[in-house]
């Protein structure tokens, strides 16, 4: 068995000593606590009274339904009534093959000139289509505007926000194949 050293029982002696001084069994603090409470007074506001409830009544034999969508498609055919756009597509032509496709389905995969015409060579899921200028593509009424090896422009109308039919420029580029 080690016996502690000389110094060592000392510092410990110690220690123990300083600790019993620090300590007066918490009479300070509790006398300190009590003062504290009784200089806090307590305020606590009073609460305002809640807000009176009143419901609304609704009788549906005077009123006009507001979720009746009825109500929406009338308004809707209003607005585009007094559109001053003069900017629509043609509903009445035939639809193109192509037009069942979302534009960025389609792919370019290249081009052929033949006298007096150039075809861009479109791919959509796996068969491959002969366009040229005048076609349509897409399924926001794109029309085929310029084609070069580089890709193909077109303009589509879409509706905005507001229903108002307008025009935006869209491209096809070729897509390479990277081997």
């Not at 068995?1 to 000389?6: K, L, V």
């Not at 110094?7 to 001084?21: D, E, F, K, T």
């Not at 409830?53 to 005077?62: C, G, N, V």
């Not at 193909?152 to 109308?157: M, S």
Request: one cysteine or more; hydrophobic letters at 40%; a positive charge.
């Amino acid at each position: 068995m080690i016996r502690p050293s000389h110094s060592q029982r000392l510092a410990a002696l110690l220690i123990v000593a300083g600790l019993a001084g620090c300590s007066d069994n918490g009479v300070e603090l509790q006398q300190w606590m009590q003062e504290t409470k009784q200089a806090t007074k307590v305020s606590i506001p009073k609460l305002s009274e809640p807000k009176k409830f009143i419901p609304f009544l609704y009788d549906s034999k005077r009123s006009i339904d507001p979720y009746n969508p009825s109500k929406l498609l009338v308004a809707l055919a209003r607005a585009q009534g007094n559109s001053n756009s003069m900017l629509k597509p043609d509903m009445e032509r035939r639809r193109e093959p192509l037009e069942s496709f979302p534009l960025d389905t389609l792919k370019m995969v290249g081009t052929m000139a033949k006298p007096g015409a150039m075809y861009a060579l479109l791919q959509a899921d796996k068969a491959v289509f002969q366009v040229k200028v005048g076609n349509y593509v897409g399924q926001n009424f794109g029309l085929i505007t310029k084609i070069n090896d580089a890709g193909v422009e077109l303009k589509e109308i879409v509706q905005d926000a507001s229903g108002d039919w307008v025009e935006r420029q869209a491209k096809l580029e070729l897509q390479e194949n990277k081997k």
